[in-house]
DNA sequence: TTGTATGCGTTATCAC
DNA sequence: GTGATAACGCATACAA
């Protein structure tokens, strides 16, 4: 078993409090005494007890990040963001997994385990209009990437109506008019499936144009397997599109292969657009033209606005909470899927 | 702020130990008690400190998940998977990243921070042939992916050697004979990079040929950006390649890439073929020819002999440890990037 | 500048 | 069955 601080103590003949004072830097030790202190710590190979620490002092230097998918490619580029915001910071972050499932966002407000950490990053998808009032819990929380969940509690988010709008924009620019809509959202959810669908109806409606509904290809997930068979399914139905807007890149990349392997030139013969801008969207073929967020933003802002909120505590001065959302810059990434040219 | 269990055992007029006794579903207390004390929870909205609760433990029941990067799509897939097996056996994830540095991966182990977790698994990246010993600290480590580091450690390894062997011995069969490799790794590092690499040469020697230096696409790094560069220098140099090779899939993709801008088709001027069979080797165009080893079994394996050594405990009765590998089972799985026949 | 004593919220060891 | 009470390892008023 390990050293302890009075095993330390006892080596180093001083009192706990003192050893305590070494390894947290504190002013006011004598050089000497640190010196013996720091030589029996080195000796024994003392470790602090980060358990015993948290809970002498009411944290843990842990926030949770929830997230629908680690595997989901903009997530794990997000989380990477947030742990480095957090780390310096000096949090330490945990990462649970909601499937974007409405009950698992919810247990994980409710959740004991919840209170391992010190307060949370909740992205939430499955969460309705109506489950404001279930954020707010005293423990502190910031959303991420939604809004209209019209509670009292902190958010970032991304321009989703504004990006998708650009989308589109773009796509009309460009001479297409039969926009296939790739993904759906769950009725009600408020979500950023809701919001883009809606910035990228902005758009035709603003063109004078109206959206076929059998230009929707709805998907049960924002997978690339899910894009590839809403995309399939569309395509069976027998409409005839010049462009695909995906709902994000992993949809649109999904409905890339599909349009290959159904012997469609992207862009020649069909548009694609996505939203995002994960990585991959760089290196597909053809290069996938998207909406790029800024995720460092997104994650510096929420990390600080947590931080802010665990700092005030949940003492009586309780401030308010749930301003304004910040809306995180974003701007419209232009490549082959939708170059005019053909490559 | 919130309810104690002392504040519990007032209201239900009991002792802690009995509300202690009601949370933690212990037998032989009667219905009558425990109905009160679930009241007064219910009532005061009671939820377990589990810092407190850990201390008294000595557990944290939180295990440390260490990889390179969250964002390369196989870590991403793992770290699921990890997560998965963890929560059968009632542990949490801490997910860190290394970066695949070295010093990073060493800092870890010895991290004081690493005391809030009850075990590491490891996915060593950096680490080298003599760095075995520090991995001997008494603290519960399971290796990921790795052999050869000759540490009395548990790992858990995948079949690089033979899995290499069987990509390359593919394309051999289909009449390749110029293979460029994509990818490199730190001389004497003996991870992945090193064991795919001989696996790829000892097929080449098997078939009696030799692997031309000139064939050799060094890269820093496993992503898309890197793969796509080293193509870029190696075809720049003006080698005729038949095929390529990619250490991993990102690798690979990001070659595909290169090769796709370079006016190549895959495959029938070159072929090409990866190793960890990410999702997004399903849907890239061309599908990408790949080895798939079994992440979940290597996930559940980790977690299982990791739970194991956590429950010996550093006991006196250290039973050995670092037996033989595991080594997972894995698969050949050929699509569109290497098919005989084009696509 | 350093030591003493007490608290953090649980669990565990006993008695009762 | 249930209740005092001592750990668990550290931080921190308050003293010295």
Redo the contacts between chains.
């Keep these: 078993?390990s050293a302890t601080m009075r095993d330390v103590a006892r080596r180093a003949d001083v009192s706990v409090k003192t050893v305590s004072n070494v390894v947290n830097d504190f002013p006011h030790v004598r050089p000497a005494t640190r010196e013996r202190v720091l030589a029996a710590i080195a000796e024994l190979g003392y470790?602090?007890?980060?358990?015993?620490r948290?809970?002498s002092l009411g944290r843990?230097g842990?926030i949770t990040l929830a997230i629908p998918?680690?595997?989901l490619?903009y997530f794990?580029?997000l989380?990477?963001e947030v742990?480095g915001a957090a780390e310096a910071r000096g949090y330490?972050?945990?990462?649970e997994?909601t499937g974007g499932v409405r009950q698992r966002e919810i247990d994980l407000l409710a959740s004991?385990?919840r209170?391992?950490t010190d307060g949370l990053v909740l992205s939430p998808i499955g969460l309705r209009a109506g489950d404001g009032p279930r954020l707010e819990t005293?423990y502190p929380v910031v959303l991420l990437g939604e809004r209209s969940l019209d509670a009292r509690v902190d958010h970032v988010v991304m321009a989703n109506v504004a990006g998708a709008r650009a989308v589109a924009e773009h796509l009309l620019a460009a001479g297409r008019r039969r926009i296939g809509l790739v993904g759906s959202y769950e009725a009600g959810s408020e979500g950023a499936g809701y919001l883009r669908t809606r910035g990228f109806l902005e758009a035709l409606t603003a063109a004078g144009l109206e959206h076929d509904p059998a230009l929707t290809a709805p998907a049960e997930d924002w997978?690339?397997?899910a894009g590839?068979a809403a995309t399939r399914r569309l395509l069976d139905s027998g409409v005839q599109v010049d462009a695909l807007f995906g709902l994000n890149d992993v949809l649109a990349?999904?409905a890339?292969?599909v349009l290959?392997e159904r012997g469609l030139r992207v862009p020649d013969d069909v548009a694609v657009a996505g939203f995002d801008d994960i990585?991959?969207a760089?290196?597909?073929?053809p290069?996938l033209t998207t909406v790029r967020p800024d995720r460092a933003q997104i994650a510096r802002h929420a990390v600080s606005l947590l931080a802010e909120r665990i700092a005030v505590g949940?003492g009586d001065g309780v401030p308010p909470v749930g301003g304004p959302a910040f809306v995180a810059d974003y701007a419209l990434v232009v490549r082959e899927s939708s170059a005019p040219a053909g490559r």
């Design positions: 078993m470790q602090m007890n980060f358990t015993a948290n809970l843990t842990m998918k680690l595997r490619p794990a580029e989380a990477d742990m330490t972050v945990l990462i997994q004991e385990r209170r391992m005293g997978t690339l397997e590839a990349l999904g890339m292969r290959f990585e991959e760089r290196f597909s073929r290069s949940s």
